[in-house]
């Protein structure tokens, strides 16, 4: 009987911790997506988004505007949209991080938030663009795929934008 309660016990003292590593790997997973697309973007690679967007994504962009896959596809560069948006690209000197990710599970949803902080050197003058990002991603048998995404300019870092994202008409 003790023998029991003991291995009870050590069983539930040690779920936390195998649900924290399940977390993390899942949270490298997404990371991984995300900087897959950031990526691919800047080539305007739409294999990648094709991959990992769903059919029915749905996204808000920092100016508020609705956003279906297709929609996201016509604004990659190499594209005939009649308005492109000019990304500065790892080349270019660009960096980005992901910081305060938090990771919730709902079944086979995980709504990941973050902000994601976009560097660059515009003119010599060092450049920051951040944002604060609710992503939305489901597994299926092909793997993760991006749901939702909304994403808010951080105010502090508006001034920025001009410097850092050219948006050609």
């Known amino acids: 009987m003790i023998k029991r309660l003991l291995a009870l016990t050590l069983l539930l003292l040690t779920m936390p911790l195998v649900a924290a590593a399940q977390t993390s790997g899942t949270e490298q ?4 997506i995300i900087t ?13 988004f094709e991959r990992y967007l769903a ?4 996204g808000t962009t920092m100016n508020a505007i609705p956003q279906t896959k297709a929609d996201f596809l016509k604004l990659l560069p190499n594209t005939s949209a009649t308005m492109k948006i000019t990304v500065p690209t790892p080349k270019d000197g660009a960096t980005y991080d992901l910081k305060d990710v938090k990771l919730h599970t709902l079944g086979d949803a995980v709504v990941m938030t973050y902000q994601f902080d976009y560097q660059t050197k515009v003119k010599r003058r060092p450049n920051v663009v951040s944002f ?5 991603f489901t597994k299926g048998s092909g793997g993760w795929q991006l ?19 050219r948006m050609d008409p």
């Open 29 to 32: 997973e997404l990371r991984k």
């Open 36 to 48: 897959e697309m950031v990526d691919a973007h800047s080539r305007g690679d739409r294999a990648v």
């Open 55 to 58: 059919d029915d994504y749905h």
């Open 132 to 136: 604060r990002v609710t992503d939305v």
């Open 147 to 165: 749901k939702v995404h909304h994403r808010t300019l951080v105010p502090a870092t508006r001034k920025n934008v001009d410097w850092v994202f």
